[in-house]
């Protein structure tokens, strides 16, 4: 039986959107590579599965391309969010995720997706023992002293004089798999361009370097506000290009930026066994 998707895309990250609201599908970790491989799939950073909610407009389960499933993608959140825009009057599209229930909303400028309350505790990244997240005493080679922050799912961002100098490629994998991250982590290297500026690069959990993360650039927003290096609005260069990320005083991230579809299809279910 023939599945439709719609490939889309945030600042160049790009996801397969599986519609699964009206006809189930059985999504396995097997499949969910199957399908993310760009050899002999349809290819993507990460696969969206789309299911109903009994407490949102819709849930949105996220994979990655080893299989994994995560709590958190802020790229695919704008997506969904553009993608459900229509179907209510208001535009603001409430999206239950495993790492909590965010709200997309569509604007002339975008989307901005209402991210949550960021998260500090050594016990809520998660961490394997207690210690201090804003400078933690640890390091990689020349990588040390990172915040600790989960916006959904776990990150360390480090600030570094020259972010594009990082093997992040070679650090990124031995940092990501550390047991001090009993869930692994998502890694950020950045460095600040400007008195709310920054640049930025990730690599990312279960999916390697990839060219945008709304997640990493939440966090290393985030991380930068509490070490007082940039002001409550900060502006984030990825390789894919820019997001706005504001903390609010409600204590919200606010991460708005644009997303698009590149493409629709279909792919039969048996060719991607669960």
Same mark, same amino acid.
């Given at each position: 039986?023939?599945?439709?998707?719609?490939?889309?895309?945030?600042?160049?990250?790009?996801?397969?959107? #599986?519609? !699964? &609201?009206?006809?189930?599908?059985?999504?396995?970790?097997?499949?969910? !590579?199957?399908?993310?491989? @760009? %050899?002999?799939?349809?290819?993507?950073? %990460?696969?969206?599965?789309?299911?109903?909610?009994? +407490?949102?407009?819709?849930?949105?389960?996220?994979?990655?391309?080893?299989?994994?499933?995560?709590?958190?993608?802020?790229?695919?959140?704008?997506?969904?969010?553009?993608?459900?825009?229509?179907? /209510?009057?208001?535009?603001?599209? &409430?999206?239950? =995720?495993?790492?909590?229930?965010?709200?997309? $909303?569509? $604007?002339?400028?975008?989307?901005?997706?209402?991210?949550? &309350?960021?998260?500090?505790?050594?016990?809520? #990244?998660?961490?394997?023992?207690?210690?201090?997240?804003?400078?933690?005493?640890?390091?990689?080679?020349?990588?040390?002293?990172?915040?600790?922050? +989960?916006?959904?799912?776990?990150?360390?961002?480090?600030?570094?004089?020259?972010?594009?100098?990082?093997?992040?490629? @070679?650090?990124?994998?031995?940092?990501?798999?550390?047991?001090?991250?009993?869930?692994?982590?998502?890694? +950020?290297?950045?460095?600040?361009?400007?008195?709310?500026?920054?640049?930025?690069?990730?690599?990312?959990?279960?999916?390697?370097?990839?060219?945008?993360?709304?997640?990493?650039?939440?966090?290393?927003? #985030?991380? !930068?506000?509490?070490?007082?290096? =940039?002001? /409550?609005?900060?502006?984030?260069?990825?390789?894919?290009?820019?997001?706005? #990320?504001?903390?609010?005083?409600?204590? %919200?991230?606010?991460?708005?930026?644009?997303?698009? =579809?590149?493409?629709?299809? !279909?792919?039969?279910?048996?060719?991607?066994?669960?």
């Amino acid at each position: 039986m023939h599945v439709p998707f719609r490939k889309m895309h945030g600042l160049g990250n790009d996801f397969v959107v #599986i519609d !699964a &609201r009206a006809r189930p599908i059985a999504i396995s970790a097997r499949r969910a !590579a199957a399908l993310a491989d @760009r %050899q002999t799939g349809v290819g993507c950073d %990460q696969l969206i599965v789309l299911e109903p909610s009994d +407490n949102a407009d819709v849930r949105m389960r996220i994979f990655n391309p080893d299989g994994s499933e995560v709590e958190a993608c802020g790229n695919a959140s704008r997506a969904v969010g553009v993608l459900l825009a229509n179907e /209510r009057a208001d535009g603001a599209t &409430r999206i239950e =995720t495993l790492g909590g229930t965010i709200v997309a $909303h569509a $604007h002339a400028h975008g989307i901005s997706v209402a991210m949550g &309350r960021p998260r500090f505790g050594w016990d809520e #990244i998660p961490l394997a023992y207690a210690m201090d997240t804003l400078r933690m005493p640890v390091g990689w080679e020349d990588l040390e002293s990172p915040v600790a922050v +989960n916006v959904g799912n776990p990150h360390v961002v480090f600030f570094v004089p020259d972010c594009g100098a990082v093997d992040l490629a @070679r650090l990124g994998p031995i940092i990501e798999t550390d047991p001090l991250f009993p869930r692994k982590i998502n890694v +950020n290297v950045a460095t600040l361009t400007g008195p709310d500026a920054i640049t930025l690069r990730v690599w990312e959990r279960g999916a390697g370097l990839t060219r945008a993360c709304g997640t990493g650039a939440c966090a290393t927003a #985030i991380a !930068a506000m509490r070490r007082r290096l =940039t002001g /409550r609005k900060v502006v984030v260069t990825l390789p894919g290009g820019l997001l706005t #990320i504001d903390w609010d005083d409600a204590d %919200q991230i606010i991460m708005t930026g644009p997303a698009t =579809t590149s493409f629709t299809g !279909a792919f039969d279910e048996a060719d991607y066994p669960a």
